[in-house]
């Protein structure tokens, strides 16, 4: 059974800086893409970026590019995200996702494209 567990999440003030981190087991990693998602109170599930399987490929939201970068160490099973310029708006309970499919990433700005997602962690943005 997969599992991804985020952490580094907190609170932190506008303009400022965190990095996320999700760790998957119970599976292969290294031959899937990757996603991070965020929903905030209220508001449904977005996607924020995401990233192929070799790490060669990242995807952003608009709403992020710029700011937010995600990586991934195959070798700790390991995606990141890094997120800078933290503005209100970003807060929110952010979810990695796996994708469904090994070595495709079809359309990793839907949700449809994953199939395992971890818990969330809460970010939280003060002024």
């Given at each position: 059974q997969v599992q991804l567990v985020e952490s580094?999440?907190?609170?932190?003030?506008?303009?400022?800086?965190?990095?996320?981190?999700?760790?998957?087991?119970?599976?292969?990693?290294?031959?899937?893409?990757?996603?991070?998602?965020?929903?905030?109170?209220?508001?449904?599930?977005?996607?924020?970026?995401?990233?192929?399987?070799?790490?060669?490929?990242?995807?952003?939201?608009?709403?992020?590019?710029?700011?937010?970068?995600?990586?991934?160490?195959?070798?700790?099973?390991?995606?990141?995200?890094?997120?800078n310029s933290l503005k209100l708006e970003d807060?929110?309970?952010?979810?990695?996702?796996?994708?469904?499919?090994?070595?495709?990433?079809?359309?990793?700005?839907?949700?449809?494209?994953y199939d395992y997602w971890g818990q969330g962690?809460?970010?939280?943005?003060?002024?």
């Amino acid at each position: 059974q997969v599992q991804l567990v985020e952490s580094g999440g907190g609170l932190v003030q506008a303009g400022g800086s965190l990095r996320l981190s999700c760790v998957a087991s119970g599976g292969t990693f290294s031959t899937y893409g990757m996603g991070w998602f965020r929903q905030a109170p209220g508001k449904e599930r977005e996607f924020v970026a995401g990233i192929t399987w070799s790490g060669g490929t990242t995807y952003y939201a608009d709403s992020v590019k710029g700011r937010f970068t995600t990586s991934r160490d195959n070798a700790e099973n390991t995606v990141y995200l890094q997120m800078n310029s933290l503005k209100l708006e970003d807060t929110a309970v952010y979810y990695c996702a796996r994708s469904s499919r090994t070595t495709r990433f079809d359309t990793p700005r839907r949700a449809s494209e994953y199939d395992y997602w971890g818990q969330g962690t809460q970010v939280t943005v003060s002024s």
